[in-house]
RNA sequence: GGCGCUAUCGUCUAACGGUUAGGACGGAGCCCUCUCAAGGCUCAAAUACGGGUUCGAUUCCCGUUAGCGCUACCA
């Protein structure tokens, strides 16, 4: 039975690395029929907050994955309680009375000191007890079976064969002096619990995994398998964080940009993972079709984005691919909200009439308004009359073109057909190119040089339209 | 400092001892064309450095350098 677990805590907005990790855990499961469980690891009450916790849900909601199962740390206190209980029974943990936040200078006295607190790991046990029952506080730690065993050893699904001696890991804390559960052990006791078969996280975990190991064995539990995944990191580096870079590490800030949830994911599974055969736009199902581990890389990708430009260009490119790639009609419903928060007089008919014009000429749906809004807006933005002049011409010559255009828009047949075999012979009559008896229509009918092809959009608009703001643009020359 | 991980075009990546080191984004140019896009074609652009092993290293080993991570009673 595979279980696959998304751990996030609630210290702040989702942050894309997580989502990363989130996908690729239930990329994993669901191309192998396996379990996805949401644990909500909030164990630090101190920097748990509502407001995080909604954007995880917001995020995740958005990203459109879903989960199976559904668990709070915080409501299982109890097992992590009783597994610190196990493991201090077994002799594989003591009470280390140390004040909280001392500087505990005895421990950097001497080699590998800051190993553990001396003094307290060879408390006897009854000294131990009496202090406790006298409620002393103390902190739990693990006593790191330095003199039994040289190293630890795990098997990485991404970074294979993992040894690290037991002289290098410290004595970690399971129980804060308060009582609470520390990450690991509740992470461990969870995981254990919950019969998690695979740990996928990112690989700042990779050596807090031989604590881990430790944790399970002494909680007399299989360890799951484990497979660390690179990190993502900024363009010098360094690590995403909100305080250095902003929001572009949050997924909600890709939801508002008119990301397609769809297209964002495909991106961010490209970064760090390659299906190896120069694949780039993937479907979901393609996606969990291709995914495994062996296709992980092993160095950390950088998400490239600068201050200018907040998004890196290939998410944008892939988006725009995704856009194209959209049935119309899933594509129209898409932008009819997108349409109606930009104020505009929207409605579905419509916008399925439009799509097909604008598909690719947008990369983010929140493009759409600024490059449709003449299909929408009663009155047009202003514009300058100069526009209206065609290549190799002047004010008088607009003049003309736009009159005969009206006179012969009134009759024609408006389809792209009849629209393109008037405007052309009327380009042949005056003796000038096609181009030049285009722009000033064009001009006229959308309010700027650049926009979809003529015909069609002429098509859309309808005759009355068009005819109305050609007057109006012919009004406007000198 | 200690321990661990990593290192191919600017970026994401392919090549699991033998390739003119491939693809994509972005950039430049050309074509197509009623503008803008989209599309097609072309070009520039990489194996961090130094030693080995081998007939032959991007690939295996060692070292150097650099980056990242862990080293909390954060997660």
Redesign the pocket.
């Known amino acids: 039975m595979l279980r696959v677990r998304f751990?996030?805590?609630p210290?702040g907005f989702l942050h894309i690395g997580s989502a990363r990790t989130f996908i690729f855990n239930w990329l994993y499961a669901r191309g192998r029929r396996g379990t996805v469980i949401l644990r909500i690891?909030?164990?630090?009450v101190e920097?748990n907050t509502q407001q995080s916790l909604d954007s995880i849900f917001e995020g995740l909601g958005w990203l459109d994955l879903g989960w199976d199962e559904l668990y709070r740390q915080s409501e299982r206190l109890e097992l992590h309680r009783r597994a610190a209980q196990v493991i201090f029974d077994k002799g594989l943990a003591y009470r280390?009375?140390?004040?909280?936040?001392?500087d505990e200078g005895e421990r950097t006295r001497g080699e590998g000191a800051?190993l553990f607190n001396p003094g307290m790991r060879e408390l006897s046990r009854e000294e131990s007890d009496r202090r406790a029952a006298a409620g002393e506080?103390?902190?739990l730690?693990f006593r790191v079976p330095r003199e039994t065993r040289p190293e630890i050893r795990f098997d990485d699904g991404v970074?294979?064969a993992?040894?690290?001696?037991t002289a290098?890991i410290?004595d970690?804390?399971l129980?804060?002096?308060?009582g609470?559960?520390?990450?690991?052990l509740?992470?461990c006791a969870d995981d254990a619990d919950l019969r998690i078969s695979h740990i996928i996280r990112g690989?700042?975990?990779?050596?807090?995994t031989f604590k881990h190991v430790l944790i399970f064995e002494a909680l007399g539990a299989e360890p799951p398998t484990f497979a660390h995944l690179?990190?993502l990191?900024a363009?010098?580096?360094?690590?995403l964080s909100k305080r250095r870079h902003g929001p572009v590490v949050s997924v909600t800030t890709y939801r508002d940009a008119g990301f397609l949830p769809h297209a964002f994911v495909n991106f961010l599974c490209?970064?760090?993972?390659?299906p190896?055969d120069?694949r780039?736009q993937m479907s979901r199902q393609e996606l969990i079709e291709a995914f495994s581990f062996e296709?992980i890389?092993?160095?950390?990708?950088?998400?490239?984005f600068k201050e200018d430009d907040p998004f890196?260009?290939?998410a944008?490119?892939l988006n725009?691919?995704h856009i194209?790639a959209l049935q119309t009609e899933e594509l129209a419903d898409r932008l009819l909200s997108v349409f109606e928060q930009a104020g505009f007089d929207a409605c579905r008919e419509k916008v399925l009439r439009v799509v097909p014009l604008i598909r690719?000429?947008i990369?983010l749906l929140n493009e759409a308004p600024a490059v449709a809004d003449f299909f929408f807006l009663r009155e047009l933005a202003p514009y300058d009359a100069a526009e209206l002049i065609p290549q190799k011409g002047d004010a008088a010559l607009a003049r003309r073109v736009l009159e005969r255009a009206r006179a012969v828009l009134g009759t024609a047949e408006f389809t792209h057909q009849g629209l393109?075999t008037v405007l052309r012979a009327e380009a042949a009559d005056l003796k000038i190119?096609?181009?030049q008896m285009?722009?000033p229509v064009?001009v006229a009918v959308c309010g700027r040089?650049?926009?979809?092809?003529?015909?069609?959009t002429l098509e859309v608009l309808g005759r009355e339209t068009c005819l109305e703001r050609i007057e109006q643009a012919i009004r406007k020359l000198p």
């Open positions: 751990a996030p805590s210290t690891d909030d164990t630090d920097r280390d009375f140390t004040p909280a936040g001392s800051w506080p103390f902190a730690r970074y294979g993992q040894a690290k001696a290098d410290e970690f804390a129980l804060r002096s308060d609470m559960p520390t990450y690991h509740a992470s690989q700042d975990h990779l050596t807090n690179p990190l990191v363009p010098d580096g360094t690590k490209l970064l760090g993972w390659s190896k120069d780039e296709g890389n092993r160095s950390n990708a950088v998400v490239n890196d260009p290939k944008i490119w725009s691919v194209r690719e000429r990369r393109e190119k096609a181009g285009f722009q064009r040089k650049n926009a979809p092809p003529l015909f069609e």
